[in-house]
């Protein structure tokens, strides 16, 4: 069967799948990313992440907005959102617009 | 900058109970399918004696309270329920991320419309097998698998996430590389290959379900190439023929740490099968309080922590990875729901239980028992 995965670059631009969602975790006191089957804790850069795939930038574009607001290298920054937003694909939580 | 919840309860020495993550809300019993290996018990329980619709809501907004994250909404069949959507609504109204587990009959293409508006996050959508002839014989009802077929089309045109399940057993573990790509050409984003774990209905299957050896090893093999073949593609979550491993499966993610059970009359337990253990006794919704039973009931406590553990267990590195296995299995296979699961390698029972399954997956038998008739 020949079916292509997304390939993600920092042209990408994506968001969360539906079904795929952040939810405040008020009795452990966390956000958390929900899929199917699973439930993932979330730290606050991871947070920050997620909140920024909104479907219009891209990831570069993404990483530069980053680097401006917390004054950090743009390498440094787009590398850990692309390990990120690779991780988040391969899980198929989510959906690629362009 | 994640970590798996499931994982986090169990870091440190805490020995606080950790809060439920997961309930599975078995809304009913009945069920037009009569698949062999059900996981509902024998004794399946009446429509009467159901929760009603107001009953169901207040277990689910108990469970928000508690800490529950997934919902999942079960069977039986819960299209059977008159009041799917209802419940629905009122599940994704508590923020509950709500899973529908159906074998698709009773499902129309307007009432998937009004789950996706109820606010239903996901459909795990059951197959039986790659053609008309072996899903049907399985399921025991004429029409089935195209009507599967059809479900997964109305689920994706409502835009709702699917999952498709797929029981691995002797009679169908054959097609597994046909069920993962019927999967991906049904636009699923997930798979679950589970094989036939051997409770209730499927226990007097044994001999027609039992996989080989050689089936479960190539199982595994066809997993594996999968896995890497569809990356980004279809995500595939296994559970492999446990007769057949080296270790347990670490059942229920550990009794009473991850999830909980409700009946379709209320009764709450920590497994499906947990009604098979005589010596424990369980608690209604009807009676008292989730929380009070999540943290303080006696057949939720009973194989917390390790002090139920036989030395074998207790002084075992693998005891936070497994728990010490199935509870369930323990007691079936050794008639001691605080044994090491037989399955253990480490297990006395171990060899009996290797000559056991060489034996029953060698018998001709296809025959089937099918559930409920």
């Known amino acids: ?98 | 900058m994640t970590e798996t919840l499931t994982l986090a309860a169990d870091t440190g020495r805490d020995s606080r109970v950790p809060p439920p993550m997961a309930m599975l809300a078995e809304l009913t019993h009945r069920c037009p399918l009569a698949c062999p290996y059900c996981s509902n018990p024998i004794a399946l329980m009446p429509a009467k004696e159901e929760l009603s619709t107001k009953e169901w809501i207040g277990v689910f907004e108990q469970a928000a309270d508690l800490g529950v994250l997934h919902l999942h909404l079960s069977g039986g069949e819960p299209a059977a329920r008159r009041d799917l959507v209802e419940l629905t609504q009122a599940a994704a109204s508590l923020g509950l991320y709500t899973n529908l587990i159906t074998s698709g009959v009773g499902l129309t293409a307007a009432r998937i419309e009004g789950l996706a508006d109820a606010g239903l996050d996901h459909i795990q959508l059951s197959i039986q097998g790659v053609s008309p002839e072996s899903a049907d014989r399985i399921s025991g009802y004429g029409g089935s698998y195209e009507r599967k077929i059809a479900v997964a089309g109305w689920v994706a045109d409502a835009g709702i996430p699917l999952t498709v399940n797929a029981v691995c057993h002797r009679q169908n573990m054959g097609e597994l590389d046909e069920m993962i790509e019927l999967a991906i050409r049904l636009k699923a984003r997930r798979i679950e290959v589970a094989t036939v774990q051997f409770h209730g209905w499927a226990e007097r299957n044994k001999g027609a379900l039992l996989p080989t050896r050689e089936q479960a090893d190539r199982a595994s093999q066809t997993v594996a190439e999968a896995r890497e073949k569809y990356q980004g593609i279809l995500v595939i979550d296994y559970v492999p023929a446990d007769y057949h491993s080296t270790y347990p499966k670490a059942c229920m993610g550990g009794w009473g740490r991850v999830g909980l059970n409700v009946t379709p009359s209320g009764r709450v337990l920590p497994c499906h099968a947990a009604e098979t253990i005589p010596s424990l006794s369980f608690d209604t919704v009807r009676a008292g309080s989730l929380a009070k039973i999540w943290y303080e009931s006696e057949a939720f406590n009973a194989y917390r922590g390790e002090d139920w553990m036989p030395e074998l267990c207790r002084a075992c590195e693998r005891k936070t990875i497994d728990f010490g296995g199935c509870r369930c299995q323990a007691m079936a296979l050794a008639g001691d729901s605080s044994a090491t699961d037989p399955v253990c390698i480490r297990s006395p029972l171990r060899e009996r239980l290797t000559r056991k399954a060489d034996q029953l997956s060698a018998e001709s038998s296809a025959a089937l028992i099918y559930r409920g008739r």
């Open chain 1, 1 to 98: 069967m020949t079916v292509e995965a997304p390939v993600i670059s920092g042209s990408s631009v994506v968001k969360l799948a539906r079904g795929v969602r952040l939810r405040e975790d008020s009795v452990r006191g966390r956000t958390v990313l929900l899929a199917p089957e699973r439930a993932m804790a979330l730290d606050d850069i991871a947070v920050a992440i997620v909140g920024a795939l909104d479907g219009n930038r891209s990831l570069d574009q993404i990483a530069a907005d980053f680097a401006e607001t917390f004054e950090a290298p743009v390498g440094e920054i787009a590398a850990d959102v692309m390990a990120f937003v690779q991780e988040l694909s391969i899980r198929r939580m989510l959906e690629v617009i362009e």
